[in-house]
């Protein structure tokens, strides 16, 4: 079992910067950083495996980015020129032991520990 706090969300205007952090529980896990924005299918927004490649939607590569401390128990994501559209509910999960492929990491089917949740809201 892996316990996962996200913190850091927030609300600022187009433009601005953010930055979330994800606390867990154990070090020897995969994580990745997913969004819900009302009325939409949660999705994955970043992710990084074990070798620290990481894989990005489409939508804010470029914008995020993501990383972790050196203990990799702590997952970051770093958000600049947020838009109104990057409104939502982000989430931290995890999956254990080691994953190569950060890519495949941003389905939501390969994550069984999720956090609770911190509210992003970017307005215009």
């Known amino acids: 079992q892996v316990q996962l706090v996200e913190s850091g969300g927030g609300s600022v205007q187009a433009g601005g910067s953010l930055r979330l952090s994800c606390a867990a529980s154990r070090r020897d896990i995969c994580m990745a950083w997913f969004r819900q924005a009302p009325g939409k299918e949660r999705e994955g927004v970043a992710a990084?495996?074990?070798?620290?490649?990481?894989s990005y939607a489409d939508s804010v590569k470029g914008r995020f980015t993501t990383s972790q401390n050196n203990n990799k128990n702590i997952l970051f994501l770093d958000m600049n020129s947020l838009k109104p559209d990057d409104t939502a509910m982000y989430y931290c999960?995890?999956?254990?032991?080691?994953?190569?492929?950060?890519?495949?990491?941003?389905?939501?089917?390969?994550?069984?520990?999720w956090g609770q949740g911190t509210q992003v809201t970017v307005s215009s």
């Open positions: 990084i495996d074990s070798d620290g490649y990481t």
């Open positions: 999960a995890a999956t254990g032991g080691r994953c190569y492929g950060a890519r495949g990491l941003l389905s939501r089917r390969q994550h069984p520990w």
